[in-house]
């Protein structure tokens, strides 16, 4: 299958700090890319879907100035979490759309302190 | 508001048996249907998808598509311990997102 890779797997980081986490689509172009976060023993929940060349399109509740996706060629998008407080703590994982298959990467542990 | 339901689980099968996961969506002009295997702590991967009513076999795994009753299950033969994890049935309701369920939880006992 497809290949995405995300980076960083994990990070930690201080309340009122930014973090931005990488997503590439390595052996193919993604013109979308969307960005989920899931909680413990909870199931994914869509943030945003990226676009290439254009602004990304955020799921009702989505702070967008909080959740900065960049999505600047057809192999990288990122999430930057800005100001991050311990409620942003969660798993933030990405996915690549090849067709109609969506290829995950492999996800984003995110703590805050 | 389009949903996708699972039963939660926990469901335990013992090694060798088939499991069966079930999941129900909300929406008659869904289009696509896709199973997603999680371990604990990893992201999700592509196990199957299906377009069309009927089965679709892809070594141990079946997927079961019934349009009519809004309805798709995944059938695993010769259980594994390695099967342990949660499934995640996902639907594209024709638009480009895919909406998850909230996954089953399979324990496969050795």
């Known amino acids: 299958g497809a290949v995405v890779s995300q980076h960083p797997s994990w990070v930690i980081c201080k309340s009122g700090t930014s973090v931005k986490i990488e997503c590439r689509s390595l052996d193919f172009q993604a013109t979308t890319m969307f960005w989920y976060r899931q909680f413990p023993k909870q199931s994914l929940m869509l943030m945003a879907t990226s676009n290439e060349g254009s602004k990304a399109t955020y799921e009702q509740g989505v702070e967008k100035d909080k959740f900065l996706i960049n999505h600047a060629s057809l192999t990288l998008s990122t999430l930057t979490v800005t100001s991050a407080h311990p409620e942003d703590s969660s798993f933030y994982i990405c996915s690549a759309r090849r067709f109609t298959e969506a290829f995950f990467g492999q996800g984003t542990r995110l703590t805050v302190v | 508001q389009k949903e996708v339901e699972q039963n939660s689980g926990p469901l335990s099968v013992p090694e060798g048996a088939i499991a069966s996961l079930n999941c129900t969506y909300s929406d008659r002009g869904s289009q696509s249907f896709f199973w997603y295997r999680q371990y604990s702590g990893k992201s999700p991967e592509l196990i199957m998808f299906?377009?069309?009513?009927g089965d679709k076999e892809d070594g141990r795994f079946t997927a079961q598509l019934n349009k009519a009753s809004q309805y798709v299950s995944l059938l695993i033969r010769d259980s594994q311990p390695s099967d342990s994890a949660t499934y995640l049935c996902a639907v594209n309701f024709g638009n480009e997102k895919l909406t998850f369920g909230t996954g089953t939880r399979l324990t496969i006992i050795p």
């Open positions: 299906i377009y069309s009513n």
